[in-house]
Structure formats: structure tokens, C-alpha cells
């Protein structure tokens, strides 16, 4: 069973009691502040401003900090002189879903910024003449000197003269381009909605090259009335306004990842069938950035054993997720196109080797579609990551994998696919036989292929189908 999570204001109240007591606060902790502030209004988001500062000031203190310039006493004073009232203006200019870009500007000039991620947070202060100091713990040098520059050449610019107030108008975007990832966000803010009294004025924006469901189909945002999807090309944000894609919470972890994926179920999943005569099975080929070299002969073996022992045998291969408006999907098939035409070439050998059994690829289908298609099967066998979330969303019992040196990662990321088993653990190397469509080198174990002997993966698979399935038993 997955950790049981707190509401969102008794954690809060919780950190703020152990940071006061002298524990150092994580980054995740600051910018679940900095977050909830921008998204609240009049008391409460004067609650979560001041915890935003005791947090800060307590990671002052902390002497891990390894980024420092100017006087860190500028940062502190800013944070013990300014409560909420002395602001004019908070305003959000997130790069990315991972990274908040977060400002507080005061009448007389003083502002302060933040910015971070999960494993780096910067503070920054300064007055009308420009920054006088910076401090933090960051991961990346050089992407801290990248973030200083953007945020030093935004104020330069006049940024912070554009503000339009303490609570200004405010888009909650939705746009990443992995589905896991944009989904866990979607689930997140969902959580805020039902917990917090978010501003009113908010606005939530869905990019319709990333729609891979409808954010209103979860209850707590379609309260909230429609959701607004734009086209990347036509956007424009109201002058002023506060753009929000990054979203942390101050109980960000597993638990709450976990808690946030399983309310996606909940409200995704469409109501499981009875299995029908045969079996149905949902696996994924991986192409895109890394490779099980010996997965088209490894998930084979698996079909083979199935088809011998049961008919009729109905196999639903993943494919990358498409989006709910045409011309946008087009565009993903297109940049997609060579991991979906190596798909397609292993599935042809399957239907050359099992003419009995059925394939169907499910490349280019949206979330919503890809569970309706998998809702009857009754075993699954994919990589970690988005694809073993699919099978765990649509209720599906089975196995996944991956590279060795993200085996811990995704038993902590999936933890609440309790009818999922990780296998691999012994048999798993790294292996660069085989190579992604996409150079992803630059993410480490992102880009690296791996091996799993097929035998071993049939061994331990068929165990796992024996239990679900025992008259498939080996």
C-alpha cells in the first residue's frame, strides 16, 4: 500500500514547526511554498508567504550552501522585513515543469527571486540598481550563472514594473511533453484545488501539443469551471500576468507522487471488464531514448508460452502517446515517426511468427484512449516510467523493467502499481548494442540500453503470470 500523505496545511505546519526547531529545509520544501503562495490569495497566501520565509532564512543558515555572492545578510533582511502586505507584487516565469522562477517585489524596489528545482534552490536580492546578492545549493554551476542571467536580464528589461499586483492575473500551464511527468502535475494541482482555496482569477491552460488527457476529467480542477487549451504558436499572456508551470508541493516525495498517480486512476481509468475468453495482454517496446536489445525476442517467448495454453491471444503494444486534436497529433507522429516504424517492423515479425494471435499498436492514441483499449487485459509487460503508469492506471497486473541503474528509482516512483512487479533485479546489465532514435546522452542512464537475457526474463515473468494466471503455469 502506498505511505498515507497529510493534508496539505498540516504538513505545512509541520515543516514550519521542525525547520523552527532547527532542522535545514530541503528545496522541494521552499518552492512547495513559493508555490502555494502564487496560487493563493489574501490570508491564506499570507500563510504560505510567511512560511516561504522562515524557510528561507532557515536555508541561510544551512552551511551546505555552496553559491554565494555579495552580502546573504541582503537576502535575509528582505525576508525579516517583508511581510505580506509589503508587497506589490508576486509573480511566477517558470522555464519548465521542473523549475519555478518565483519574484517578490516591493513599492520601494527591493525584490527578491528564487528560483530551483528538486535537488538546487538560488535566493536572490537587490533593489532598483540592479542584484546585490545571490546564495544557494545548487547541482549545476553553470546552470545556476544561466538562471541568474535570465533573471537579472528580465528585471533590466522592466519585468518587474510590468507586474499587475500582489495577486496578478495568473495561468496555471500545462506543457510538458512527458506524459508521466505532465500528468503527476495535473494530479497535483487537482490536490491544491480540493485542499487550498486557490485564487479565483487563476486561469488553467492546457497546450494542445501536450493534451494527452483533458485536465477537467479530474473533479477538483473541473470545479474550477473549463480548462482553456491553446495553441503554443498563439499564446499570449495577459501583460502582467504570472506564468506557472512548475509545481511543487511541501510534502513533495514518493508518498505524494504516489498519492497524485493513484487519484489519476481514479478518475482515468474507465470501470475494468470481466476478462473475456483468451487473454489480453498490454507490453511496450522502448525505442525512443534506450533499448532492451533482446526485448522483441524476449516478449516472443512470452507469447509463445500464452498462445500454446490459451486462445485466443490478444496483444496491445503501447507506442508513444499521442494528443486529443488532430493537427497537433500529426505533429507528434511526425517527430516520432522512426520509433513508431521500429515498432511496427517488430510487430510484423510477431504476426509472421504467431498468425493466430492478434496485435494491436496503440501508437499515436491519447491517455484516455490507450486505457479504454487496455481495460480488459489481464497481464502487462513493460518498461518502467510512462508505460508501466498506463498499465498501473488501467488496472492492470504484470511485470516491468529497466536499466539496472534506475531499478531503485522506479520501485520508488511506482510504488503504488501494487499489481506491478519489478523484475530484473539479478539478470540486468547495461548494454549499448542498440541505440534510442533520439540522442538522449545528455540525461546519463536516460540514454543508456540495457540487456536482459531472455531467458531469465521468461523465467521470472512466467512466475509472475503463474500467479495471476495458474492454468498458464509453465
Not at 336 to 344: D, K
Not at 368 to 384: D, E, Q, S, V
Not at 458 to 468: Q, S, W
Amino acid at each position: 500500500m502506498t505511505d498515507p500523505v497529510p493534508s496539505i496545511a498540516s504538513h505545512c505546519a509541520t515543516i514550519r514547526a521542525d525547520v523552527l526547531a532547527g532542522r535545514a529545509p530541503s528545496p522541494v520544501e521552499i518552492l512547495g511554498a513559493a508555490c502555494l503562495t502564487c496560487l493563493t490569495a489574501d490570508d491564506s497566501q499570507a500563510g504560505h508567504w510567511d512560511l516561504f520565509r522562515d524557510l528561507a532564512r532557515a536555508f541561510l543558515r544551512d552551511g551546505r550552501r555552496n553559491r554565494a555572492t555579495g552580502d546573504p545578510a541582503v537576502i535575509a533582511a528582505f525576508l525579516h522585513d517583508t511581510p505580506q502586505q509589503e508587497v506589490v507584487h508576486f509573480r511566477r516565469k517558470d522555464p519548465h515543469v521542473w523549475e519555478v522562477r518565483f519574484h517578490a517585489i516591493r513599492a520601494d524596489g527591493r525584490w527578491l527571486a528564487c528560483d530551483g528545482r528538486y535537488d538546487s534552490l538560488l535566493l536572490l536580492a537587490g533593489d532598483a540598481g540592479g542584484m546585490l546578492a545571490s546564495a544557494g545549493r545548487v547541482r549545476d554551476a553553470a546552470e545556476a550563472d544561466q538562471a541568474v542571467t535570465a533573471i537579472v536580464a528580465d528585471i533590466a528589461a522592466g519585468w518587474h514594473d510590468q507586474g499587475a499586483g500582489r495577486s496578478p492575473p495568473s495561468l496555471m500551464l500545462f506543457s510538458n511533453g512527458r506524459p508521466i511527468d505532465q500528468s503527476i502535475t495535473i494530479a497535483r494541482f487537482a490536490r491544491v484545488c480540493a485542499e487550498v482555496p486557490v485564487m479565483p482569477q487563476l486561469r488553467v491552460l492546457q497546450n494542445r501539443a501536450t493534451a494527452f488527457f483533458d485536465p477537467a476529467l479530474l473533479p477538483a480542477i473541473a470545479a474550477r469551471g473549463a480548462v482553456e487549451f491553446y495553441a503554443q504558436d498563439g499564446f499570449a499572456p495577459p501583460p502582467g500576468a504570472s506564468l506557472m508551470e512548475a509545481l511543487y508541493l511541501p510534502d513533495n516525495g514518493w508518498a505524494e507522487h504516489n498519492q497524485a498517480a493513484r487519484s489519476l486512476r481514479t478518475s482515468l481509468a474507465p470501470p475494468r471488464p470481466a476478462l473475456a475468453e483468451g487473454l489480453e495482454v498490454f507490453i511496450s517496446l522502448e525505442f525512443e531514448k534506450r533499448v532492451w536489445v533482446e526485448q522483441a525476442e524476449g516478449l516472443l517467448a512470452l507469447f509463445r508460452h500464452i498462445a500454446a495454453r490459451v486462445a485466443p491471444l490478444t496483444v496491445h503494444v503501447n507506442g508513444m502517446t499521442g494528443v486529443g486534436f488532430a493537427a497537433e497529433n500529426a505533429g507528434i507522429s511526425t517527430h516520432f515517426a522512426e520509433v513508431t516504424r521500429r515498432e511496427a517492423a517488430v510487430i510484423a515479425g510477431w504476426r509472421a511468427a504467431l498468425p493466430g494471435c492478434g496485435f494491436r499498436h496503440l501508437a499515436g492514441l491519447d491517455l484516455t484512449a490507450k486505457l479504454a483499449a487496455i481495460a480488459g487485459c489481464g497481464f502487462a509487460a513493460t518498461p518502467g516510467g510512462t508505460a508501466a503508469l498506463i498499465a498501473c492506471l488501467g488496472g492492470v497486473p504484470g511485470v516491468y523493467y529497466s536499466h539496472p541503474g534506475q531499478h531503485r528509482h522506479f520501485a520508488s516512483l511506482l510504488r503504488m502499481y501494487e499489481d506491478g512487479l519489478l523484475i530484473g533485479r539479478d539478470s540486468t546489465r547495461p548494454d549499448t548494442a542498440a541505440q534510442g532514435a533520439f540522442d538522449y546522452s545528455w540525461a546519463g542512464l536516460g540514454g543508456q540500453s540495457y540487456s536482459i537475457p531472455p531467458d531469465a526474463f521468461l523465467a521470472e515473468a512466467l512466475a509472475r503470470l503463474a500467479e495471476l494466471h495458474p492454468g498458464l503455469a509453465p
